[in-house]
């Protein structure tokens, strides 16, 4: 790799990080009241009148509240809401809309403990040449790579089933030309953590380049780019040997690395997603799946 000079590319002023969400609320669970009915093989809780200190008319949304703490996902929660599983401050809330105060204790009953428990989250080392997210016609989707004959069974609890193919969503993107670790799963809370913007969750890649970088090039790459006249957060990018780089980014800005290579005189000839968080890559296979381990997490 020479170190040709170039001019160098606008560098960024101070960074401001946004402020930190609030952690996740207690979730207990909390005694039953209400009448309940029997719906699609489950009890499913009818709307009840509400106590009036549990309503803040000038508060947030419950279902923002629950999502902004980690609880699930804004969808999720109305789903919770509905079928009368979530308590505030003690008092169980079934009404759509409503508004609390900020500062609210919100728990879950056990019911819906059950209904997170069973969401299926799932690794897959995808190939380049699929794409993560809704895909354009002659595209092939990375979720059509969830079948049997791809999975990795390591001898878990769960199996597969194609009724868990329901709502499993990518969380976060992974460009067609890259391949690596992908994340898809039913769990909003899991999604939430993963694509949320405050940054706690790290992703590793590792980056064939060719060019010839700028002489302050690997400065600029740990801190000092823009995007779109956004400052990019600071990253940890090193040598790994005379053509690949590891990057390690707490942000996902649109085809980020290959935007910042070029900043700085690279190219990108390939990019590998080897780590989100505490979950590695590892050695599965490229094209294969398994499931998120019971003690694994991401934070």
């Known amino acids: 790799m020479s170190g040709a000079r170039r001019s160098s590319p606008r560098i960024a002023g101070v960074l401001r990080l946004p402020r930190a969400s609030r952690s996740p609320t207690d979730v207990s669970s909390a005694p039953a009241a209400g009448r309940t009915e029997e719906k699609g093989g489950e009890r499913a809780m009818r709307p009840v009148a509400e106590k009036a200190g549990t309503v803040d008319v000038g508060g947030v949304r419950l279902s923002k509240l629950m999502a902004g703490r980690g609880i699930c996902s804004r969808r999720e929660a109305d789903e919770l809401i509905e079928r009368g599983w979530v308590f505030v401050d003690g008092e169980r809330v079934s009404e759509l809309g409503i508004r609390v105060n900020p500062d609210a204790h919100v728990t879950l009953a056990p019911e819906a403990h059950r209904l997170q428990g069973g969401r299926v989250t799932v690794l897959l080392n995808k190939p380049v040449g699929y794409v993560s997210g809704q895909p354009e016609p002659g595209y092939r989707p990375a979720v059509s790579l969830i079948r049997a004959d791809t999975w990795l069974d390591d001898a878990g609890t769960r199996r597969f089933h194609p009724a868990m193919l329901k709502g499993l969503a990518p969380a976060g993107r992974l460009d067609i030309d890259s391949n690596g670790l992908l994340v898809l799963t039913q769990d909003g809370r899991i999604a939430r953590q993963l694509i949320g913007g405050d940054g706690a969750i790290e ?30 957060r600071p990253a940890r990018v090193e040598w790994i040997n005379r053509d690949q780089l590891r990057f390690v980014l707490r942000e996902g800005r649109k085809r980020q690395i290959r935007r910042m290579c070029e900043l700085v005189g690279l190219r990108v000839m390939g990019l590998k997603r080897v780590r989100i968080g505490n979950v590695c890559l590892g050695d599965l296979p490229s094209g294969q799946w398994r499931f998120l381990g019971e003690d694994e997490s991401f934070a």
């Open 203 to 232: 992703k590793e890649y590792l980056v064939r380049v060719e060019g010839r970088l700028l002489e302050n090039g690997l400065v600029l790459l740990n801190h000092g780019l823009e995007l779109d006249g956004r400052v990019l």
